[in-house]
């Protein structure tokens, strides 16, 4: 390299150019992504609620209160049936004494799972 054969300086200003001319890309498929593609967009806020109540993979926090077996149980079931996970456990008749209807709606709140604030 005593050359100059591996010096980047005299490429800095091509590079500058090049990330500015990225930017400038960038922010123009942002925009048009935006416009033609978000834009309009509205969620079905009840369907995807289903979806996620009916979600195996919520069963996790039951664990302790109906244990491992149980909760697993619970999934394939609710997946079989196309059922959500707060219905199978109660058609399991798991409301009791280990758990209350108000701790299973705790539980398998999907909001408070996701960390969403509902929206007012």
């Known amino acids: 390299g005593g050359n100059g054969a591996f010096e980047l300086n005299v490429y800095i200003p091509m590079m500058a150019r090049n990330i500015l001319e990225s930017f400038k890309l960038l922010t123009n498929v942002s925009k048009l992504f935006a416009e033609r593609c978000i834009s309009g967009l ?3 806020v009840e ?48 409301i009791g004494d280990k758990l209350s209807l108000e ?18």
């Open 42 to 44: 509205t969620a079905h």
């Open 47 to 94: 369907h995807l609620r289903e979806l996620a109540e009916s979600s195996p993979s919520i069963v996790t926090p039951l664990n302790s209160a109906i244990g491992y077996e149980e909760a697993a149980a619970v999934a394939k079931q609710a997946l079989k049936e196309r059922k959500t996970i707060r219905q199978t456990v109660i058609d399991r008749g798991l």
């Open 103 to 120: 701790e299973l709606d705790r539980r398998l709140d999907v909001l408070a799972m996701a960390k969403v604030k509902p929206a007012n």
